[in-house]
């Protein structure tokens, strides 16, 4: 579902009986503040195809001769990366720096970023149908040089070779900052010359992993049926053995683990991003039903295991019972993710920051009992990192109260999957990610609708992406 898009078919739809809306107060300053006043304008176009979008299809030439003595450093809190940090990425030794001078944050490390002449037909689901040979795996986000306002004016210069007594080589260097997050594989920093149009690799950084690839991270709550009294945890882990969430005093409960893989993914004649070059590994996601809790109260909870380590201690709230007198929501759609740095993305959603600010302001101010998130979830669109990302955005909400969630066309579309529309708006997940990282209480796989009730509102929730004529038909028959 585009911004700009409010036709009918690209949307789920969530009927609300006598509602009542909570106000967002205004949030206190934060990183979020910085981010949206700073780059709203760098991101407004970049929901529409943009040339980073574009990446995986353009020729790539070996330019590491230009700067022999070119270095990519990682500076970051310790030799492995942490669960979330900023990490300053320092490239030296460039011989003429230019604004066409970027790097990519791949992952894994052992991606192949050449070019993959014989797989041209596999890329045109970005939206590029130029005849170019490809890049065989796609970033995770890149930056370019620039953004260090001393990289293109070369101030940082350093002199490498001396002849007589004299400078006969000088270099220049840059430093720019990459917001990373536990995504369990390695990462790797690619430095490019040439743009995103003509990308020509120069250097390549030493790989860096995370310190606990296994952390249990980004834990969000859901409600099961209209009582109130239980609520579904759901996390994601590098670790496939079973976990555990503690809760209410003393309570304590095992997880389910479930995990998808690329032969999970949809693709057709060509095959799809999530199939193919935006395929990236989702580790294992745990699943735990805390019960015999009180509706309209509030509680605690951490989860993990002593193997692999465990959440902070997070209090969250449940919603009022069905039938009780009153509810305070918010419904919304289409929120995306938007980078905490400025990298680019392959699909940025410039207002995702603002309404999660917004809504953390209500939670936080006890203002709030629930969200509904109605469609076009994470806009990872078969890019499957950026699923990580949407849900450590989320987490300072979801974490903290009930998240339901509806299926959108972003989610679910894709040619010859049982889709009602055949586009390849999902870019081949086909609704697999979506119902593994958000379990609803639906009646069976990729069945995505159910009712429930909160207080005085009873919510029915449905999909328009899937084909609804044979039950109508039964109804009437």
């Given at each position: 579902m585009e911004s700009c898009n409010w036709i009918l078919k690209h949307v789920s739809i969530l009927l609300v009986f006598f509602l009542s809306f909570s106000t967002s107060a205004t949030p206190p300053s934060s990183l979020f503040d910085f981010v949206i006043t700073n780059t709203t304008t760098l991101h407004r176009n970049f929901t529409a195809v943009s040339d980073f979008r574009m990446i995986n299809r353009?020729?790539?030439?070996?330019?590491?001769a230009s700067s022999p003595?070119?270095?990519?450093?990682?500076?970051?809190?310790?030799?492995?990366?942490?669960?979330?940090?900023?990490?300053?990425?320092?490239?030296?030794?460039?011989?003429k720096p230019s604004s066409a001078d970027w790097v990519a944050m791949i992952s894994p490390s052992s991606s192949n970023v050449e070019t993959c002449i014989l797989n041209e037909f596999y890329y045109l689901q970005t939206g590029d149908t130029a005849k170019l040979p490809l890049l065989c795996h796609y970033p995770v986000k890149a930056q370019y040089m620039k953004s260090d306002p001393d990289y293109l004016s070369c101030k940082k210069k350093e002199c490498k070779k001396y002849q007589n007594?004299?400078?006969?080589?000088?270099?220049?260097?840059?430093?720019?900052?990459?917001?990373?997050?536990?995504?369990?594989?390695?990462?790797?920093?690619?430095?490019?010359?040439?743009?995103?149009?003509?990308?020509?690799?120069?250097?390549?950084?030493?790989?860096?992993?995370?310190?606990?690839?296994?952390?249990?991270?980004?834990?969000?709550?859901?409600?099961?049926?209209?009582?109130?009294?239980?609520?579904?945890?759901?996390?994601?882990?590098?670790?496939?053995?079973?976990?555990?969430?503690?809760?209410?005093?003393?309570?304590?409960?095992?997880?389910?683990?479930?995990?998808?893989?690329?032969?999970?993914?949809?693709s057709s004649a060509l095959p799809s991003p999530a199939k193919d070059f935006g395929w990236h590994d989702p580790g294992y996601i745990h699943s735990a039903l805390m019960t015999g809790l009180k509706p309209s109260s509030t509680f605690s909870y951490r989860y993990g295991s002593d193997s692999v380590g465990w959440s902070e201690q997070i209090q969250f709230s449940t919603p009022p019972a069905g039938g009780s007198n009153e509810l305070k929501f918010i419904a919304f759609g289409d929120m995306g993710k938007t980078p905490l740095d400025a990298s680019e993305e392959h699909y940025i959603q410039p207002g995702a920051l603002s309404v999660i600010k917004a809504i953390a302001s209500d939670v936080n101010s006890n203002n709030v009992n629930s969200v509904f998130h109605i469609g076009d979830i994470?806009?990872?669109?078969?890019?499957?990192a950026e699923w990580d990302f949407f849900l450590n955005l989320i987490s300072?909400?979801?974490?903290?109260?009930?998240y339901m969630t509806a299926i959108g066309n972003h989610e679910r579309d894709y040619v010859d999957s049982g889709s009602v529309y055949s586009t390849p708006d999902s870019g081949g997940e086909c609704g697999v990610p979506y119902e593994t990282y958000f379990p609803m209480p639906t009646a069976a796989k990729d069945k995505p609708w159910y009712s429930i009730e909160q207080g005085s509102v009873h919510f029915t929730v449905i999909s328009t992406e899937h084909d609804w004529s044979e039950i109508l038909s039964s109804m009437n028959g």
């Amino acid at each position: 579902m585009e911004s700009c898009n409010w036709i009918l078919k690209h949307v789920s739809i969530l009927l609300v009986f006598f509602l009542s809306f909570s106000t967002s107060a205004t949030p206190p300053s934060s990183l979020f503040d910085f981010v949206i006043t700073n780059t709203t304008t760098l991101h407004r176009n970049f929901t529409a195809v943009s040339d980073f979008r574009m990446i995986n299809r353009r020729i790539l030439k070996d330019c590491s001769a230009s700067s022999p003595f070119l270095k990519i450093n990682i500076t970051s809190s310790n030799s492995k990366l942490s669960d979330e940090e900023f990490v300053t990425v320092t490239v030296t030794g460039v011989s003429k720096p230019s604004s066409a001078d970027w790097v990519a944050m791949i992952s894994p490390s052992s991606s192949n970023v050449e070019t993959c002449i014989l797989n041209e037909f596999y890329y045109l689901q970005t939206g590029d149908t130029a005849k170019l040979p490809l890049l065989c795996h796609y970033p995770v986000k890149a930056q370019y040089m620039k953004s260090d306002p001393d990289y293109l004016s070369c101030k940082k210069k350093e002199c490498k070779k001396y002849q007589n007594g004299k400078c006969t080589a000088t270099t220049c260097s840059g430093s720019i900052k990459f917001h990373v997050i536990n995504i369990r594989s390695d990462i790797e920093f690619v430095f490019f010359s040439g743009g995103f149009l003509k990308p020509c690799i120069v250097g390549r950084s030493t790989p860096v992993g995370f310190a606990n690839p296994k952390k249990p991270l980004y834990g969000h709550l859901s409600s099961t049926d209209s009582t109130g009294t239980s609520m579904r945890l759901t996390w994601v882990s590098g670790d496939k053995e079973p976990q555990q969430v503690q809760y209410g005093g003393g309570k304590t409960v095992t997880s389910a683990i479930t995990t998808f893989s690329q032969d999970d993914m949809c693709s057709s004649a060509l095959p799809s991003p999530a199939k193919d070059f935006g395929w990236h590994d989702p580790g294992y996601i745990h699943s735990a039903l805390m019960t015999g809790l009180k509706p309209s109260s509030t509680f605690s909870y951490r989860y993990g295991s002593d193997s692999v380590g465990w959440s902070e201690q997070i209090q969250f709230s449940t919603p009022p019972a069905g039938g009780s007198n009153e509810l305070k929501f918010i419904a919304f759609g289409d929120m995306g993710k938007t980078p905490l740095d400025a990298s680019e993305e392959h699909y940025i959603q410039p207002g995702a920051l603002s309404v999660i600010k917004a809504i953390a302001s209500d939670v936080n101010s006890n203002n709030v009992n629930s969200v509904f998130h109605i469609g076009d979830i994470s806009y990872a669109t078969g890019f499957l990192a950026e699923w990580d990302f949407f849900l450590n955005l989320i987490s300072p909400v979801a974490s903290r109260l009930s998240y339901m969630t509806a299926i959108g066309n972003h989610e679910r579309d894709y040619v010859d999957s049982g889709s009602v529309y055949s586009t390849p708006d999902s870019g081949g997940e086909c609704g697999v990610p979506y119902e593994t990282y958000f379990p609803m209480p639906t009646a069976a796989k990729d069945k995505p609708w159910y009712s429930i009730e909160q207080g005085s509102v009873h919510f029915t929730v449905i999909s328009t992406e899937h084909d609804w004529s044979e039950i109508l038909s039964s109804m009437n028959g």
